[in-house]
């Protein structure tokens, strides 16, 4: 009797099953195919940051060790540059180019007195008001050169 009534079945209501069936496993395997895909994409995306990280930090350290060979011809600039305008040097200069420079005479020096450090924020009115005085010859007395 079972085969009986099994085939009493209509047609059309078993191809239907059968097609649900097909579709149930269509759309698993289109779930699982797009799940794959998001995670390839995503490791894909993570191997590619972690390559422009490398690429970046490969060009700071590029970078810093430019910095550094700049900050040393600065500094090596620095001394250059004290060497040069030491008193030493410029004496060395002047006798090479025989240059004949002899101390200024008292009558063509002079003096500007400035106050304290509050006078900056005098107007320029009393700025201008301020009086320069000749030197001496006996205000040379104290100086050494």
Not at 15 to 31: D, L
Not at 67 to 91: D, F, P, S, Y
Not at 118 to 130: G, L, N, P, V, Y
Request: glycine share 6%.
């Amino acid at each position: 009797m079972n085969h009986y009534t099994r085939n009493m079945n209509p047609a059309g209501q078993e191809q239907q099953e059968r097609q649900s069936g097909k579709s149930t496993i269509a759309g698993f395997a289109a779930r699982i195919s797009l799940l794959i895909l998001m995670i390839f994409f995503a490791i894909a995306a993570q191997m590619h940051l972690r390559v422009e990280i490398e690429r970046l930090n490969k060009r700071v350290s590029e970078l810093q060790g430019k910095i550094a060979q700049l900050n040393v011809q600065c500094k090596n600039e620095r001394n250059r540059k004290e060497m040069l305008t030491g008193w030493q040097n410029i004496q060395t200069k002047i006798r090479k180019h025989r240059l004949n420079l002899r101390a200024a005479e008292s009558s063509q020096v002079s003096y500007l007195e400035l106050g304290a450090p509050r006078s900056f924020q005098r107007s320029i009115q009393t700025a201008q008001t301020e009086k320069i005085r000749p030197r001496t010859g006996q205000s040379y007395a104290g100086v050494r050169y």
